[in-house]
C-alpha cells in the first residue's frame, strides 16, 4: 500500500494542522492545557467548549491563503481578544507547526454543587454498567435482548428499593414508631403535633394522616431523582451526532459504538424515567395504603372502606404491572436515530401513579376511631420481597451471560473478566450497594431518634441481619486481599532480576531496583481485578441468602435468635449484630459526609467528578436516574468539530490520546464516515482499552471491535509501561494495514541511574508523563509522516472531500500538555486518481 513517507512534496504550499487536545478525567481548564493565560473560546458553551490560545484564532486563514478564517468556527466567543492579537499573527506567515486547540469537558461531570447529589446515584449508575458488561455474540438475538430485559429490571429493582428505604425512614420510625410513642414524641418536640398523646384529640395524630403526612418525604425524593433525570437528559441524551443516515438493523457490525443511534439514548431514557417514576410513586403509595386497608379489613371494621381498600390495591397491583410492562416493552434503538418521545405514556404514567397516590393519602387521612400505631409496618415482606426478587434476576442473568459466552468464538485469549459473567456479578454489586445504604440510613435514624435503644422497635429485621453479615464479608475480603498482596510480594522479588537485566544494573542500587521492581507487580493488582469482583460478588450473594433465611425463619435480630444457642454462637451473633451496625452507620456517616463537602468545596467536587468520568461514560441503558453519560456529549462535540473543521480547511487534525481519552478516541473515530475514518491515525498511550474496556466490555471493546478499528483507520500506535496500572497493550499486531499497534513497554524510569542525561534521580511516572519520554515524539511523527495533506486542487474535484486525519485525544491528569514545538512530517504528492485508489473509491 502507498504512504505518505515514499513521496516527495510538490510545491510549497503551507498547509493547516490542528491539535486536538482533550482531557481526561480530572479536569483541566484551557490555560493549562494550552500553557497560556490568554484563551480564546472557539466553540461551545459554559459545559463544554473548544477553545485557542488567543495568538492562533486566525491561524487557520494564514496556513491556507484566501481561505476565510470564520469557515473552521462556528462561535467566537471572544471578539475582543481575538482582535487584539490579529495583527500579531498576521506577520507570522506560514505555520510549521499544528495549531493547538483544547476542548474542555469537565463541567460534564464535575460542574456546580449539585454534583453532590450525584451520590444517591452510586447503585443506578454501577447496574447501568453491567448492562454493557454482555459477552460478545453473533445471531443471537433474544438472549441479548433478554439480557438487556433483566439488567432493566434489576435497575428497576433499585429505584423501589431507594423508594422503600425513604418509606421506612420517614413512614415506619418516624411517623409511626416514634409520634406513635410518647417517650419518643416528648423526645424529639419537632414531632409532638403528631403525638396522639403529647396533642390529645390533635387532628394530625391518627396514624392514617401521619403516613399521609410522612408520604411527601419519600415522594418529593421520588420528584428530585425525576428532576435531575430530565434536567440531565435535556442536555446530554438530546445532542444530536454527526451521522444521523439510519443503517438497516440487520447489520451487525463488530462493534455498535459506530451506530448511529448508540449515543443518542433520548426515546429510552425518558420511558425509563416516566416507569422509574411511576415505580417510586407506587411504592409511597402502597406502604401508606397498605397499613390502612389492614386495619380496614379486620372484623368489624368499616365496610365501605374495606371496599375502598381494596379496589386501591388492585388499582395500585395494575399499575405496578403497566410500569413493569412498559420497562420491559421496548429497549435501545441504535440502528438509527430514535426522535420519537412516546410522548403520551411519557407524561400519563407518572400522573397516574400520582393521582393513585393522591387517592391513596386521601383514603388513609380517613377517620378511623380507635385506630392506633402499634410495632412496626410491615417492612420485612417489603424488603423481603426485594432481596429475592434481585437474587432470581441475578442469578438469570448469570444463565443467559453463560449461554451468549459460550456462543461467542470472539474470545481467542480467553481475556474476557470472568468468562462473560462480569455483568451478573456487578449487578449483584449494585443490589448489595443498594442495600447497604438503604440499611445504613434506617439503622442511623433509628439510632438517631432511640437513643437509649428502648423506645422503638426498630427497622425491619431483615436489614438488621444484612448489617450483621457485613463483618463476615469484610473478614473474607481481608484474606483475600493478604493473599493478593502475598502474591505482589512474591512477583516484586521476582522483577528484581528483570530489571537488573533490563537496565544492566548488576549489582546496582538494591533500593532503587526494588522500587522499580514493586512498581511492576503493584501494576499487576489490576489484572486481578475479576478475582476480586467474583469473590465479592459471590460472597455477598451467599450471604444475604442466610441473612434472608435467618429473618424470616426467626422473626428476630441476630442476638435475640441465638439467645438459646452455644455461648460461642450467642457471641459471635451479637459481635457481629453490634460491629455490623457500627460499620454500616460509619458508612452512612462518611457518605454523608463527602457529600457536604463535595457541595462545598470544588476541589471535592473533582475527586467525585473521577468517578463519574470513568462510571458514567456509557449511555443509559438500565436506569434513567443514574448518573448522565458525558460521551453522549463529548464524542458528537468531537466528531462535529473534525468534521467540519478538516472540510473546512483540509487539513490534518492531530488528537493525543491517553487514558480515558483513549476511550473517547476510539468512540470518535467509530462516528466518522468509513472513508473519513480509513484516513485517521491514533497515537495512545497509558489506554485502558484493552486491559479494562476489552475485557470488562467485550461486546463493544472486544478483540474483533478492536481489530476492525485498526483495519479502518491508516494507522495506530500504543505505548505503555510495565509500571502502569490502568493502561497496557492492545494485543493486536500489525499487517497489510499498518505496522503492528503495540510499541514495546517504555523504560520507567527513563534511566536507573545519574546519566548525562538525567543528573537527577529519574522519578518512576507509572501512569502518568507519557509526552516526557522520547518514543511519544518519535511516534506521533511517524504518524504524521504517514499522512498527507489534501491539497486545494484534490478538493475541487471532489465533491465530498477525504481528510487526513490523526486522531491523538490528549488526557491532563495533574501534568500540562507538552511545550515541545509539533512539527509537520507529511509530504505532499499523488493526484485524484492516487488518492481515490488509496480510500478504495471508484
Not at 422503600?164 to 409520634?179: F, G, I, M, R
Not at 400519563?348 to 386521601?362: D, G, Q, S
Not at 483507520?713 to 499486531?733: A, E, H, K, M
Not at 536507573?752 to 529519574?762: F, I, K, N, V, W
Request: hydrophobic share 45%; glycine share 10%; aromatic share 6%.
Amino acid at each position: 500500500m502507498e504512504r505518505a513517507q515514499d513521496r516527495a512534496p510538490t510545491g510549497g504550499e503551507a498547509t493547516a494542522a490542528l491539535e486536538l487536545l482533550v482531557h481526561g478525567v480530572g479536569g483541566a481548564t484551557p490555560e493549562k492545557m494550552l500553557n497560556d493565560p490568554r484563551t480564546v473560546r472557539i466553540t461551545g458553551d459554559e459545559t463544554a467548549a473548544v477553545f485557542r490560545r488567543a495568538e492562533d484564532v486566525d491561524a487557520d486563514r494564514l496556513d491556507r491563503p484566501g481561505h476565510d478564517s470564520h469557515a473552521g468556527h462556528t462561535d467566537h466567543a471572544d471578539h475582543a481578544g481575538r482582535a487584539g492579537h490579529i495583527g500579531h499573527a498576521a506577520t507570522a506567515g506560514p505555520r510549521d507547526r499544528p495549531v493547538p486547540e483544547a476542548y474542555v469537558w469537565c463541567n460534564l461531570t464535575s460542574g456546580n454543587g449539585t454534583r453532590a447529589l450525584w451520590l444517591l446515584l452510586l447503585p443506578f449508575m454501577v447496574v447501568n454498567l453491567a448492562h454493557w458488561m454482555r459477552p460478545a455474540a453473533r445471531d443471537r438475538t433474544r438472549a441479548v435482548r433478554c439480557y438487556g430485559l433483566l439488567v432493566r429490571l434489576a435497575g428497576l429493582s433499585l429505584t423501589v428499593l431507594l423508594v422503600a428505604a425513604a418509606c421506612e425512614v420517614a413512614l415506619d420510625l418516624t411517623a409511626w414508631q416514634c409520634a406513635g410513642t410518647t417517650a419518643c414524641a416528648e423526645r424529639h418536640t419537632w414531632l409532638s403535633f403528631l403525638s396522639p398523646t403529647v396533642r390529645d384529640g390533635g387532628w394530625w395524630t391518627q396514624p392514617g394522616r401521619r403516613l399521609a403526612l410522612a408520604a411527601l418525604v419519600p415522594a418529593a425524593l421520588t420528584g428530585l431523582l425525576w428532576y435531575l433525570s430530565h434536567r440531565t437528559w435535556r442536555a446530554y441524551e438530546s445532542q444530536e451526532p454527526l451521522n444521523a443516515r439510519p443503517e438497516p438493523e440487520d447489520v451487525l457490525g463488530h462493534t455498535a459504538l459506530g451506530r448511529p443511534g448508540f449515543w443518542y439514548g433520548r426515546r429510552l431514557v425518558a420511558r425509563l424515567r416516566a416507569a422509574h417514576t411511576a415505580a417510586g410513586l407506587l411504592t409511597v403509595a402502597t406502604a401508606v395504603g397498605t397499613a390502612a386497608a389492614r386495619y380496614d379489613a379486620r372484623a368489624g371494621g368499616p365496610a365501605l372502606l374495606d371496599v375502598l381498600g381494596r379496589i386501591l390495591e388492585a388499582a395500585l397491583a395494575a399499575g405496578a404491572l403497566a410500569t413493569v410492562w412498559v420497562v420491559c416493552r421496548r429497549g435501545r434503538s441504535e440502528h438509527r436515530l430514535d426522535r420519537e418521545l412516546d410522548a403520551q405514556l411519557v407524561r400519563r404514567l407518572p400522573l397516574a401513579a400520582l393521582a393513585l397516590l393522591v387517592l391513596t393519602l386521601f383514603y388513609a387521612g380517613w377517620e378511623r376511631s380507635g385506630w392506633t400505631s402499634s410495632g412496626r409496618l410491615p417492612g420485612d415482606l417489603t424488603f423481603g420481597g426485594i432481596a429475592i426478587a434481585q437474587g432470581a434476576l441475578v442469578i438469570a442473568l448469570a444463565v443467559v451471560a453463560a449461554v451468549l459466552h459460550r456462543g461467542s468464538a470472539r474470545d481467542p485469549g480467553g481475556r474476557t473478566a470472568l468468562r462473560g459473567l462480569g455483568g451478573p456479578a456487578v449487578t449483584m454489586l449494585a443490589c448489595a450497594l443498594g442495600g447497604v445504604m438503604s440499611g445504613g440510613v434506617a439503622q442511623r435514624v433509628s439510632d438517631w431518634l432511640d437513643g437509649t435503644g428502648t423506645f422503638l422497635v426498630g427497622p425491619p429485621v431483615l436489614l438488621t441481619w444484612q448489617a450483621s453479615v457485613i463483618p463476615a464479608l469484610i473478614v473474607v475480603l481481608l484474606v483475600l486481599g493478604a493473599l493478593l498482596g502475598r502474591g505482589a510480594w512474591l512477583l516484586t522479588r521476582a522483577e528484581r532480576a528483570a530489571v537488573a537485566r533490563a537496565y544492566d544494573a548488576d549489582p546496582g542500587d538494591p533500593a532503587r531496583t526494588r522500587r522499580i521492581a514493586r512498581a511492576r507487580a503493584m501494576a499487576t493488582l489490576t489484572d486481578r481485578g475479576p478475582l476480586l469482583v467474583a469473590v465479592t460478588s459471590v460472597t455477598t450473594l451467599l450471604l444475604g441468602a442466610g441473612a434472608l433465611v435467618g429473618a424470616f425463619a426467626t422473626g428476630r435480630t441476630p442476638h435475640r435468635a441465638a439467645e438459646s444457642a452455644h455461648p460461642f454462637v450467642q457471641g459471635a451473633a451479637q459481635t457481629g449484630q453490634a460491629l455490623g451496625s457500627w460499620l454500616i452507620g460509619l458508612g452512612f456517616l462518611l457518605f454523608v459526609t463527602w457529600g457536604r463537602r463535595a457541595y462545598k468545596d470544588a476541589s471535592a467536587r473533582r475527586t467525585i467528578g473521577i468517578l463519574w468520568d470513568v462510571g458514567t461514560f456509557w449511555p443509559r441503558a438500565a436506569h434513567p436516574f443514574a448518573p448522565p453519560c458525558y460521551a453522549e456529549r463529548a464524542v458528537p462535540d468531537l466528531t462535529w468539530r473534525m468534521a467540519t473543521w478538516t472540510r473546512a480547511t483540509g487539513g490534518r487534525l492531530v488528537i493525543s490520546g491517553h487514558s480515558q481519552g483513549s476511550v473517547l478516541a476510539a468512540a470518535a473515530a467509530w462516528q466518522l464516515q468509513p472513508a473519513d475514518r480509513k484516513r485517521v491515525a491514533l497515537l495512545t498511550y497509558g489506554s485502558p482499552i484493552e486491559r479494562l474496556y476489552g475485557r470488562w466490555f467485550p461486546a463493544h471493546f472486544g478483540p474483533a471491535a478492536l481489530n476492525a478499528l485498526h483495519q479502518d483507520i491508516d494507522c495506530w500506535r500504543n505505548l505503555y509501561r510495565l509500571t502502569d496500572p490502568i493502561g497496557g497493550p492492545v494485543r493486536l499486531s500489525g499487517d497489510d494495514c499498518g505496522p503492528e499497534v503495540d510499541h514495546p513497554p517504555l523504560a520507567d524510569p527513563l534511566a536507573y541511574g545519574r546519566t548525562e542525561e538525567h543528573p537527577l534521580p529519574a522519578p518512576i511516572l507509572g501512569h502518568s508523563d507519557y509526552q516526557a519520554d522520547p518514543a511519544f515524539a518519535v511516534e506521533r511523527e511517524r504518524l504524521l509522516a504517514r499522512l498527507h495533506p489534501e491539497l486545494p486542487t484534490q478538493r475541487a474535484r471532489t465533491e465530498q472531500p477525504q481528510v487526513p486525519v490523526v486522531i491523538v485525544l490528549e488526557r491532563t491528569e495533574g501534568t500540562e500538555p507538552s511545550t515541545q514545538e509539533r512539527t509537520e512530517g507529511a509530504a505532499q504528492e499523488g493526484n485524484g486518481e492516487n488518492e481515490a485508489e488509496r480510500n478504495g473509491v471508484t
